[in-house]
Each structure stands twice: as structure tokens, then as C-alpha cells.
């Protein structure tokens, strides 16, 4: 299957009435799996390598790119690249050149114009290019350095002057969700997310998903949500993965041993995502 455009999805998911799933990649592992899970689940998904995993990986964004991108092109069905939660500007500009077809561009760290002025910028630079470039409108809870609360809400009309100054493709928008959560407990507001979907041109995003229970996402789709951003839940089921195995055979130096099976449940955790949602 080629590797396709993460803006095609979201258009032909909006179309419809349904979401595209994105889950974080942080390895190559985590790649795989998420291509497995969507196998197993028959449906398209967007496989997002962050800012934090790229420094994670020595600030070098091209070789888990590349590895991600032959994954996708490997699977049996569509998978997008998109760089997620871009602060750098250096960073940005290198997602043409590592074959991402979108950027969520993060300046909400920004006063109000600030972030309009250079989200605009992003714009500008990555429709040049044929990028597909996402935003964020205030905070979403749970990252470091946080200026709101966790109960801060996206203002429509807000929202929808954002959209119109800055030109972005989506928008990420607060309703509820929390980055990082280890337990699915959140609860959203589904009227803010009819009202959002109203006032706002463009597909609405949802972060923090993984504390979300899969009945609120069904009707985060239903109030008008697009994309939905996963990946604690990955990495819970990773590591549990791994202390499971290690614990039943504690002399294993063998990384595959662990592995494998930590591979499986993350790919098992996405397939019960897409289809609980999709």
C-alpha cells in the first residue's frame, strides 16, 4: 500500500462522518505495531513521530522517519506520516525533507498574536510544499509547562478567528482531554465539540486520547471530532508487556524476547482503538 497523505484521510473521514486515528511512534517497534494494529482492524491510521521522540533519538528526525515511512509502505493498508507537537522551527523545515505530508506546528506556548503570526508563517511554508499543517489553540492539559489547567476550554468563536488568521488545516482543540493519561476516566464536552465543529471551518483534533473511554470518543466522532491523537495507551501496553516477560524470565539479555511481545500488545491496543472508533 503507498503512503498516503495525512490531509487525504481527514478529508475522506470528515466527508463521511467518521475519525482517523494517529498513534505516536517512538521506535520501530512502535511503527510496526501500529501497522499491524490497522491491519487487524481492516482501517487507515496516521503514524505521528513528536518533537519529544525526535529528541529522543539525538535531535536526528531522518532515520525513524525512514523507517517509519518503509513501514507504511510495507502495510495492507493506508498509513500517514505526520510530525507532531513541532516547536523548533529548524525541525519544521526538515519535514519536507524527511517525507512528512503534515506538521502539528505548536506555538501555543505563545501570547495569542505571537502564536497566530507564527502559525501563519508555518502555514504559509508548508502549503508551499503540499504539507498539511495542524494547530493547537491554547493548551491542551498534562504537557510541562502548562499555562491552563487541565479543565481549560477551547472558545469557538475564538477558534474560528484563529482559523481564519492563520490558515491551518485543523486544529486541535481543549475539551476536555488530558495528555498522559494512564487510566481512560475523562470525561468530554460534547456540546463544546457540536459548537467547535459550528463555529470552525477545518477538522477538529482531539489530544490526550488515551484517557478517554471508547464511548466518549464515539460521540466526540458523532459531536464532530476528526482526528484523534493516541499514545500513552501504546506505551502503557508496552511496558507492561515487557515487566510481564521479564518477570517470568529475569535472565533474558535477548531485547527480542521482550520485545515481541511488547510489540504484539501495543498492535493489539491500536486495533481495539480503530475499532471501538472507527
Known amino acids: 500500500m503507498t503512503l498516503v497523505r495525512t490531509g487525504d484521510l481527514i478529508g475522506e473521514a470528515r466527508a463521511a462522518g467518521r475519525a482517523v486515528l494517529a498513534f505516536n511512534v517512538i521506535t520501530v517497534e512502535h511503527a510496526e505495531a501500529v501497522a499491524a494494529g490497522a491491519e487487524a482492524a481492516g482501517a ?60 502539528m506546528f ?25 504539507i498539511w499543517v495542524e494547530a493547537e489553540l491554547g493548551r491542551i492539559g498534562g504537557k510541562a509547562g502548562d499555562a491552563h489547567t487541565p479543565g ?13 488568521d492563520t ?3 485543523a486544529l486541535a482543540v481543549a475539551v476536555g482531554s488530558t495528555h498522559a493519561m494512564t487510566e481512560r476516566t475523562a470525561t468530554l464536552d460534547h456540546t463544546l465539540i457540536a459548537a467547535l465543529r459550528t463555529a470552525v471551518p477545518v477538522p477538529l483534533v482531539l489530544h490526550g486520547s488515551s484517557g478517554v473511554p471508547d464511548e466518549e ?20 501496553a508496552y511496558s507492561a508487556a515487557v515487566r510481564a516477560y521479564l518477570e517470568t524470565h529475569p535472565t533474558v539479555v535477548d531485547p527480542r524476547k521482550y520485545l515481541a511481545p511488547a510489540r504484539r500488545a501495543m498492535a493489539e491496543t491500536v486495533t481495539a482503538y480503530l475499532r471501538a472508533t472507527c
Not at 472558545?155 to 481564519?164: C, G, K, N, Q, R
Request: glycine share 8%.
Open 152 to 164: 481549560v476550554r477551547t472558545d469557538p468563536a475564538e477558534a474560528a478567528a484563529y482559523v481564519t
Open 167 to 169: 490558515g491551518v488545516d
Open 106 to 130: 505548536d506555538a501555543s506556548r505563545l501570547p495569542y498574536a505571537e502564536n497566530v503570526k507564527a502559525t501563519a508563517e508555518a502555514v504559509r511554508w508548508g502549503h508551499a510544499r503540499g
Open 44 to 103: 487507515p491510521a496516521v503514524l505521528q513521530i513528536s518533537e519529544n521522540a525526535v529528541r529522543f533519538h539525538g535531535g536526528r528526525p531522518g532515520p525513524l522517519a525512514a523507517a517509519t515511512a518503509a513501514v507504511a509502505r510495507a502495510a495492507a493498508v493506508p498509513l500517514a506520516l505526520h510530525l507532531d507537537h513541532v516547536e523548533s522551527e529548524e525541525l519544521l523545515r526538515s519535514a519536507a525533507v524527511h517525507g512528512f505530508g503534515s506538521v
Open 217 to 236: 470518543l464515539r460521540r466526540a466522532v458523532r459531536s464532530g471530532i476528526t482526528k484523534i491523537n493516541v499514545g500513552t495507551a501504546l506505551n502503557t
